[in-house]
């Protein structure tokens, strides 16, 4: 089993659980994955709307990136010979 000191809540501290056990096979090998949830059920309601909005404005970044790089390159001088 993995080490419990690396597999800690991030808002609370506590040793997260295992949730789900499942097999994925990947070409010719097979993976055990696990979801580890905090043991505190109303803390892990607020780790998961904590991590759903890191995750939402990490994707509005990246979107707002490629378009400013895409503006960029429409606005380009072109180049001389």
């Known amino acids: 089993m993995t080490d419990p000191t ?5 808002r609370c501290g506590k040793v997260r659980v295992i949730a789900k056990t499942w097999k994925e096979k990947i070409g010719t090998s097979t993976l055990t994955c696990s979801s580890f949830v905090c043991p505190d059920a109303d803390c892990q309601k607020i780790v998961e709307k904590v ?6 404005d990490k994707e509005t970044s990246e979107r707002e990136r490629l378009e400013r790089i895409q503006a960029n390159k429409n606005h380009a001088l072109p180049r001389q010979k």
Not at 6 to 10: L, M
């Open 51 to 56: 991590l759903a909005k890191r995750k939402e």
């Open 6 to 10: 690396g597999n800690v809540c991030i």
